[in-house]
């Protein structure tokens, strides 16, 4: 081997440890599709259960406040917030998968230091977000619950895309825009969440898919 | 100009080449860290990380995480020149080609 090929070779080991050693690399497109279709069937089981219920425009009132009959109680026990966390945990399991198999091929540590930086930082606005959530339960504020859900989840990814491939960074700020947006349609968050939390995944993950996983593999 | 006198010889070893990467990225890595990285032996990465720390590229931290120690590791001023001395030199090396 000629010293050209060994020097070329070096600067390869260089940027490959470099970005090892910075970003968790493994995050999978496929676990952003898995997590999106989990989202979309639960905006799906979640919007036959407002049908059920007298459909949307009963639904908007109570959001709204016109009718005024839950308490914290009545929310946490509601079929639709049972939905919700369902589909946050089948998200999160689907979506653990397809990164655990990833970083086994890569032979990257799915438990490493990367992985824990990348979890921390994104845990840190979305915890943050979770307790002020809450505390607007508990105001009755039903209507700001759905767009600071998707304000809060956007800021945890753009915090996070420091430490794992920076295109989750957009994916952040599409899923703050469509929370703020949703300010202004209060009592239409289904339709927001189906798209933030369905299409949006499902398209960043079929991006990242393509651009990092297809052909390296 | 001899470009081989600019490529470090403390760089030679792919493994002390990575280890100065990952420090000239991060502030701080501990042992475990660097271990899961290269993906190397205990005893292997201590020698090498001998070499570095009498090289003066780079400096280490006793500390203790509850009892257990931590000890980690970061660049040094000379460290980091040497490795971005190093750097050019292979993109020159690297230039001769066309």
Redesign the interface.
Same mark, same amino acid.
């Given at each position: 081997m000629n010293?050209?090929q060994q *020097?070329?070779q070096? $600067?390869q080991? $260089?940027?490959q440890?470099?970005e090892? *050693? *910075?970003r968790f690399i493994s995050l999978s497109g496929l676990s952003g599709i898995a997590a999106g279709i989990c989202a979309l069937a639960g905006a799906w089981f979640a919007n036959n259960v407002i049908m059920e219920n007298g459909g949307p425009s009963v639904y908007r009132a109570v959001v709204n406040r016109t009718i005024e009959t839950e308490t914290v109680q009545d929310f946490v026990g509601h079929r639709l917030f049972q939905i919700a966390i369902i589909t946050f945990f089948a998200a999160l399991l689907s979506s653990f998968l397809f990164t655990y198999l990833r970083s086994k091929k890569n032979?990257i540590?799915m438990w490493?230091?990367t992985s824990k930086r990348l979890l921390i930082n994104v845990a840190v606005p979305m915890i943050a977000g979770g307790i002020y959530l809450f505390r607007q339960i508990q105001f009755g504020n039903y209507g700001l619950i759905a767009p600071g859900c998707l304000i809060f989840y956007g800021l945890g990814l753009v915090n996070a895309s420091k430490y794992t491939l920076g295109e989750i960074r957009y994916l952040g700020y599409c899923q703050v825009l469509l929370g703020i947006i949703n300010c202004w349609y209060v009592g239409y968050g289904i339709y927001f969440w189906a798209t933030g939390f369905g299409l949006l995944h499902i398209i960043y993950g079929m991006v990242m898919w393509l651009r990092y996983e297809k052909n390296n593999d | 100009m001899n470009l $081989?006198e600019n490529l470090n010889k403390i760089?030679d070893s792919?493994i002390r080449?990575?280890i100065m *990467?990952?420090l000239?990225?991060?502030t701080q890595?501990n042992f475990n860290?660097l271990k #899961?990285?290269l993906?190397i032996t205990d005893g292997n990465l201590a020698s090498h990380l001998k070499t570095l720390e009498e090289s003066t590229f780079i400096k280490v931290h006793k500390g203790f995480i509850g009892r257990k120690s931590n000890t980690t590791y970061s660049i040094t001023r000379p460290g980091e020149k040497a490795f971005k001395t190093h750097?050019t030199a292979? #993109?020159k090396? $690297?230039g001769?080609?066309k």
């Open positions: 010293e050209q *020097s070329l070096d $600067i080991q $260089i940027k440890m470099m090892r *050693s *910075s032979k540590p490493g230091y | $081989i760089f792919r080449l990575g *990467s990952a000239v990225v991060n890595l860290e #899961e990285l993906n750097l292979l #993109e090396m $690297i001769t080609m």
